[in-house]
């Protein structure tokens, strides 16, 4: 599997997209740029309705009110932060394809995703009885404090593909190399 993503990561690494996006003197930058403050907004108004989940912020307002109204703007957000992330991907796939933190990244990016959905469905089925309480019930707060986590570990993952210590270059340990992508015998980057 690690060969298979290596060559897809070469190839796109071969376009004229790729190299025009990486080498460019400006798009990358605002590329990355735009993906860090749709990252700020979505995960921003999630944080707020998680805080209002677990009672500590807009007590006095309606969950669902909260929820409803922060809905569309943050959907709007994380999906031009996705779209921005594909381009960080695409501007530089070898080494991307190879980071240990990106595949991190993306297993807690799925645990969000399907955390995301239970969640949701979890709050339709709760038909807004305690939608004027303080808190939610107990397993909406559970939902929320593993969206928290899981956006944490996403945003600190994300910074640290910037600062790849497990580089594939850098020969690590077997295990690493593994998890990372590492392909033996390839040129990295």
């Not at 928290?148 to 600062?163: D, H, K, N, P, Q």
Request: aromatic share 14%; glycine share 6%; net charge positive.
């Amino acid at each position: 599997m690690n060969e298979s993503i290596y060559q897809l990561a070469v190839w796109l690494d071969s376009t004229r997209w790729s190299t025009m996006l990486h080498e460019s003197f400006y798009m990358y930058n605002w590329v990355e740029t735009t993906h860090v403050l749709t990252l700020m907004i979505s995960l921003g108004l999630l944080l707020v309705i998680d805080l209002r989940m677990l009672g500590y912020a807009l007590p006095g307002m309606p969950a669902s009110q909260v929820a409803d109204r922060l809905h569309w703007p943050m959907i709007f957000g994380f999906t031009v932060m996705f779209i921005t992330g594909a381009l960080l991907f695409y501007a530089i796939p070898v080494r991307s394809a190879q980071s240990l933190w990106l595949r991190i990244k993306f297993v807690l990016l799925i645990c969000a995703f399907v955390n995301a959905v239970l969640f949701h469905r979890q709050m339709r089925q709760a038909n807004n009885s305690w939608d004027t309480e303080r808190r939610a019930p107990a397993r909406l707060r559970l939902g929320a404090l593993l969206s928290i986590s899981f956006w944490v570990g996403v945003v600190i993952c994300g910074r640290l593909i910037a600062y790849d210590w497990f580089d594939c270059a850098k020969e690590p340990s077997p295990f690493i190399a593994t998890v990372a992508g590492c392909v033996a015998g390839q040129e990295q980057f």
